[in-house]
T-cell receptor, first 112, second 113 residues
């Protein structure tokens, strides 16, 4: 099993550009999450999903959108990138409500 | 709002000693708490989960305690090794379901030979 995979690993965007961060898992998990991690700060939940077609906002959803058309994939869309979105983004999945979260390797995004 | 605090300063210890990391929280009563390890440039890796009705949990050289009265969790690594050097994150379940977690900023542990 590959676990949780994320692409790209690194990306530099200009202010106002858009992009999609890809996340996929092969563990047949229903629960998936997107976090951002800023230097010296804890991970903050952006969006989460409890199954295909079901998504909801986390702590810091502004400036982001998600979709979940399949169990495996949970892409994160950034519209109109801003310098405040410079961060490391982690995708995670979980098999049940009280369970380990498995994290991907992260995407380091810089907005200039 | 919920607040979760971990020692921001790095913890430096000698190989073979026990490392103790602290996680304090306010304004919430989580049903469970998790500890993760994070190495530089990598995603967090799960270590232990402890529920509110459990006082202590062990896994090999790791031990976690959970005091819901003090609103504190302690994470211990016994017989520490240089390979244990990493950042350790505390995470609390919040908002009643779906395994949503709020994370502390983490404590960096350095184990010296």
């Amino acid at each position: 099993n590959a676990g949780v995979t994320q692409t790209p690993k690194f990306r530099i965007l200009k202010i106002g550009q858009s992009m999609t961060l890809q996340c996929a898992q092969d563990m047949n998990h229903n629960y998936m999450y997107w976090y951002r991690q800023d230097p010296g700060m804890g991970l903050k939940l952006i969006y989460y999903s409890v199954g295909a077609g079901i998504t909801d906002k986390g702590e810091v959803p502004n400036g982001y959108n998600v979709s979940r058309s399949t169990t495996e994939d949970f892409p994160l869309r950034l519209e109109l990138a801003a310098p405040s979105q410079t961060s490391v983004y982690f995708c995670a999945s979980s098999g049940s409500e009280v369970d380990t979260q498995y994290f991907g390797p992260g995407t380091r995004l810089t907005v200039l | 709002s919920q607040k979760i605090e971990q020692n921001s300063e790095a913890l430096n210890i000698q190989e073979g000693k026990t490392a103790t990391l602290t996680c304090n929280y306010t304004n919430y009563s989580p049903a469970y708490l998790q500890w993760y390890r994070q190495d530089p440039g990598r995603g967090p890796v799960f270590l232990l989960l402890i529920r509110e009705n459990e006082k202590e949990k062990r896994k090999e050289r790791l031990k976690v305690t959970f005091d819901t009265t003090l609103k504190q969790s302690l994470f211990h690594i016994t017989a520490s090794q240089p390979a244990d050097s990493a950042t350790y994150l505390c995470a609390l379940e919040y908002s009643g379901g779906y395994n949503k977690l709020i994370f502390g900023a983490g404590t960096r542990l350095a184990v010296h030979p």
